[in-house]
C-alpha cells in the first residue's frame, strides 16, 4: 500500500490510516460533520484530531487465523 494525498481520501465514514506534515500516523480515523463542530477528522475513540491529515491509506485487513 502506498500513502494517497488526503484531498483524495473517503468522507462517506471509512475508517483510514492517516499521517501528518511531522509523521504522526493514526489507525482508525474518519471523517466526519458535527452539527456545531463542522467537518473534521476524528480517531473513533479519541475524538478530533489534533493536527491535520496530509495523506492517508486504507486500513489493511486482518491476517486469516482460520485453521489454528
Known amino acids: 500500500m502506498e500513502w494517497k494525498l488526503i484531498d483524495t ?4 465514514g471509512t475508517r ?6 511531522t509523521g504522526q500516523v493514526w489507525c482508525d480515523v474518519k471523517w466526519v460533520i458535527r452539527m456545531r463542530a463542522g467537518e473534521r477528522w476524528e480517531h473513533l475513540t479519541l475524538g478530533a484530531l489534533r493536527f491535520n491529515p496530509t ?3 486504507p486500513i489493511p485487513k486482518p491476517p ?3 485453521g489454528k
Open 16 to 21: 483510514i490510516i492517516v499521517c501528518g506534515e
Open 9 to 12: 481520501a473517503p468522507k462517506d
Open 55 to 57: 495523506h492517508w491509506m
Open 64 to 66: 486469516n487465523f482460520i
